[in-house]
């Protein structure tokens, strides 16, 4: 007998489905979201019904289940056609779809369908392979070179591709990636840590954003930052590695224990820089570093913000750096500023901008599914003096 859990909140969803479900697979009816995750946590394998509802985002609501829970079959419950979005269901792990503007018979072949099919999600579970994230860390020697820019727009890069994405703030005191997305977190890396102490649930800490990426945000006050320590990072990108194809990492400027587990554990740290010698003076010293901790293979510089600028040259700024830049971005400041105030990465709003492509490509030449990520361009892309990646 297979259990069906589903939330009592629409009465004519109500009248039907006792009239059509048999009596060995009664459901169980819960009043709210609440309730519906208490039952689920008692069980490994069941059937949840879920209606549309005003008390709850019936997407995210399935996201949620379809992670925490994976043996879970989840069937999306609308009154008419109109009201569903296959796109969206399909992303959030939606099982299959039930109309209540369709026939009683229907909808009864629908739920035996799914009662049949039910077993089937264990033996799909044990055989699906663990994904093996790649990790890229944006990282800086100061604030206000782009690294939150440059994060979002490569996690909306690889969304566009419907590659899924976990974006980490590691800048725990004042981290801005949930306002550069217009979000706002219930739940942050703190509560995780807090609460979640084997780790293994980070999934139901995560605030979705849109495309496959999700945040986990930096705490609300900046008090709270002290509570988190490398052992919590390491612990957090073993679980997101094995979520998401990608995992980026706003790292903080400061080198102290965060931002060197962070470091160690990337495949890729973009080092971003910028037309001054001091920053340029500071990013040696910080790759420097990362030689001397054996990171050099992994770093990639970008020279972020590009311009024309008397005594500096692309050969200045690598000879100074004793490093080949992998990409450059061009200054387009009003853009940005118009899309961190919109809270929509530019990779949305200004898709055609040479800004725009050039991250994407940064971020085709760092991760393909359908091939090996490589630590040089390809022999196609020249890097031009005045435009990077091109």
């Known amino acids: ?44 394998q069941c ?18 289940i379809s992670k925490e829970f994976p043996l879970v079959t989840i069937l999306l419950v609308f009154n008419v056609e109109v009201e569903f979005d296959m796109k969206r269901a399909l992303r959030a792990g939606a099982d299959d779809v039930i109309f209540l503007s369709t026939s009683l018979n229907k909808i009864k072949e629908d739920i035996n369908l799914a009662i049949e099919n039910s077993g089937n999600k264990l033996f799909q579970q044990l055989l699906k392979p663990k994904k093996n994230g790649r990790v890229i860390s944006v990282c800086s020697t100061k604030g206000g070179i782009g690294k939150t820019t440059i994060a979002v727009n490569l996690a909306a890069s690889y969304g566009k591709k419907s590659i899924t994405v976990a974006v980490m703030d590691l800048n725990l005191q004042f981290g801005d990636i949930a306002m550069f997305l217009d979000l706002k977190p219930e739940l942050t890396i703190y509560d995780w840590v807090k609460e979640d102490k084997e780790g293994k649930q980070i999934e139901n800490y995560l605030t979705d954003f849109r495309d496959g990426i999700s945040v986990l945000a930096a705490p609300q006050r900046p008090e709270f930052a002290e509570v988190i320590t490398g052992d919590d990072v390491r612990k957090a990108l073993t679980n997101l590695k094995q979520l998401f194809d990608v995992v980026i990492i706003d790292a ?126 390809h022999d196609d892309e020249q890097l031009d003096p005045v435009g990077g990646l091109i």
Not at 33 to 38: A, D, G, N, V
Not at 47 to 64: G, M
Not at 310 to 328: N, P, Q
Not at 347 to 366: C, D, F, G, N, W
């Open 1 to 44: 007998m297979v259990k069906i859990f589903s939330v009592s909140e629409n009465y004519d969803w109500i009248s039907k489905i006792d009239v059509i479900v048999n009596p060995e697979n009664m459901v169980n009816w819960v009043a709210n979201e609440s309730r519906l995750y208490k039952q689920l946590q008692s069980v490994k």
């Open 252 to 377: 903080s400027s400061y080198m102290n224990e965060i931002g060197l587990v962070a470091l160690e554990n990337s495949d890729d740290i973009l080092l971003l820089t910028y037309l001054d010698l001091p920053t340029l003076k500071n990013s040696k010293l910080l790759l420097d570093t990362l030689v001397s901790l054996r990171l050099e293979e992994r770093v990639k510089i970008v020279l972020n913000r590009q311009t024309k600028v008397l005594g500096i040259t692309t050969s200045t700024i690598e000879k100074v750096i004793g490093k080949r830049i992998f990409a450059a971005l061009p200054v387009m400041e009003k853009a940005m500023l118009l899309a961190v105030n919109e809270g929509k990465p530019l990779s949305y709003s200004h898709p055609k901008s040479q800004v725009s492509k050039r991250i994407l490509q940064m971020a085709e030449t760092l991760y393909s599914p359908q091939s090996q990520p490589t630590n040089e361009i």
């Open 47 to 64: 059937i949840v019904l879920l209606p549309n509802s005003e008390s709850y985002e019936i997407y995210s609501l399935c996201s949620k």
